[in-house]
């Protein structure tokens, strides 16, 4: 529901054309296929909303280990290994990368010591490689 408000919105404010997929980010296997996929679809691409996360539980975080790692998968690992090759891609041509936690953001919750690193991270690779990418278009 989410991704086709954001995909109408963008419509509304001038995109030419919007496609979205909704995807486990955790099976990073399939980052190449999807990123195939938008290009074959659209053509190419101009920007990547990343809107991702998961509402972590900071006191199960504490005591659970095991989900601490899962959680540190969905929240961090995922969307930086999407955020690579998505980078490499907008290298090579001309884009926009940009990250949302839309769980977060939308509830305007803070996830705590364990988790709310985690956007701040994700944000300055983004800034990072964006600015990485300016420097070899210029």
Known sequence: ERLSAIAADLKIRG???VNYEACDLTE????PHIIE???KTL???DIALIAHGSLSQQSRSERDLEYAF????????????????L?????NSFGTLKSR??????????TGYYFFPFNVRIKR????RARRMDKNLG
């Open 15 to 17: 995109a030419q054309e």
């Open 101 to 110: 936690r839309i769980a977060e953001e939308e509830r305007h919750f803070h």
């Open 125 to 128: 690779i983004c800034e990072k």
């Open 87 to 91: 980078a490499n891609y907008f290298e």
């Open 37 to 39: 996929n938008a290009i």
């Open 28 to 31: 990073f296997e399939k980052h």
């Open 43 to 45: 053509g190419h691409l």
């Open 70 to 85: 899962d959680e540190l998968k969905v929240n961090l690992i995922s969307p930086i290994a999407l955020l690579t090759i």
